[in-house]
């Protein structure tokens, strides 16, 4: 099976305005949008500043596999020209947005979700990707006023980094881990690692005549080791929370707090916590009279560092639940499997048969799945 990447544009790009449909097209119809029961269960709000981050932090990782933080720096009118430039990009003609549309086995610029591939019915939304600078793009939208668009990112970006990093460390010291047992997330002169390329992912959900029967974005886990999301003033970000007393998984709304980011853990932090820290599953649901925008900033490790479990987290009774792999090798195993990809992994722990061909097997059923869905 192909990677998504490699996908036909066509099917994917057939975009609509939005605004001017009076219903839901067949396209984008869902059958079933609400698969689990709804909760109300309170996700973790963090102040960076609190001398028990680090504590707050690896427990709602645990927990939750999600938080949202405060008190992280990130200037208020910096959120807000950031929203404004995404609104200007997602507001522009079909057609001008398709002038930066992603091109056959691109990553970036203009197009819908990656996972799209995996289902038979479109999502009611947009997205737009950017890696590195985000010029090149943004010039094929406005070849002579992409200033404003890309001072914005980019400032963003120069406060992701440093943010990114800081996470890290409260996640892992969490564990009882210190900061030179992961010196690739740590900037400076010795280092060896190469950093990645910054990457943003833009997204807007549009309002929808008949919100029961569309879907935003399907469930999905991240690939990253987290990412940092800004999502605005409109809900719409659901966590499948497991942690409840009944026992069911439950959709919780993740609620907008003015000036906070939300923080989702990502396949790699799961990887790199042995299996403690919990990757959340997590979707976008659209609403019938606003439509919502979203940043979203992925953090991942040096192109070229594998991530495995962190060995101080071994024990005589516990080895790796994991084999090593690159972002680059997972990002490749996710386009594949979709959310399979942790499983296919996964090592054999001692009594268990061998699982030699685990990847194999999955592929081959997920081939056949993604098959019938194009039928």
Not at 18 to 45: C, I, M, Q, R, Y
Not at 170 to 188: H, R, T, Y
Request: charge should be negative.
């Amino acid at each position: 099976m192909p990677s998504l990447s490699d996908q036909p544009l066509i099917h994917h790009l057939q975009q609509f305005e939005f605004k001017t449909l009076p219903e839901v097209p067949d396209s984008h119809a869902w059958p079933v949008v609400n698969d689990h029961p709804h909760g109300d269960d309170a996700v973790p709000v963090i102040d960076l500043a609190c001398p028990d981050a680090a504590r707050l932090i690896g427990q709602a990782c645990e927990e939750w596999g999600a938080f949202q933080i405060t008190g992280h720096g990130v200037p208020v009118d910096l959120l807000d020209r950031l929203e404004a430039q995404t609104r200007r990009l997602f507001s522009l003609p079909t057609g001008q947005k398709l002038k930066a549309a992603r091109s056959p086995g691109g990553v970036t610029g203009y197009g819908v979700a990656n996972i799209s591939a995996f289902f038979s019915k479109l999502f009611w939304s947009e997205g737009f990707t950017i890696v590195g600078s985000p010029h090149d793009e943004a010039r094929k939208l406005w070849p002579d006023d992409s200033a404003e668009f890309c001072g914005a990112i980019e400032e963003y970006t120069s406060w992701m980094k440093p943010l990114g990093c800081r996470l890290m460390l409260l996640m892992v010291a969490s564990l009882g881990v210190s900061a030179g047992d992961i010196d690739w997330a740590v900037p400076s002169k010795e280092t060896t690692h190469e950093a990645a390329l910054p990457v943003i992912q833009l997204n807007s959900y549009p309002a929808c005549p008949d919100p029961d029967r569309a879907m935003g974005l399907a469930e999905h886990t991240d690939s990253s080791l987290f990412t940092i999301l800004y999502q605005g003033n409109v809900r719409g970000l659901q966590l499948l929370h497991g942690n409840h007393p009944t026992g069911r998984a439950r959709w919780v709304t993740v609620p907008p707090v003015a000036g906070a980011l939300v923080v989702n853990v990502g396949d790699l932090s799961h990887i790199l916590s042995n299996g403690r820290f919990q990757s959340v599953t997590h979707r976008a649901i659209v609403n019938r009279t606003q439509t919502r925008i979203s940043v979203a900033y992925f953090y991942g490790p040096p192109a070229h560092f594998k991530i495995s479990p962190i060995e101080k987290l071994m024990g005589p009774q516990q080895g790796p639940a994991y084999r090593a792999v690159t972002w680059p090798e997972y990002l490749t195993l996710k386009r594949r499997l979709y959310n399979q990809a942790l499983a296919s992994i996964r090592l054999p722990t001692e009594g268990e048969e061998s699982r030699t061909n685990t990847s194999e097997m999955i592929t081959a059923a997920y081939t056949r799945r993604h098959e019938e869905a194009k039928v």
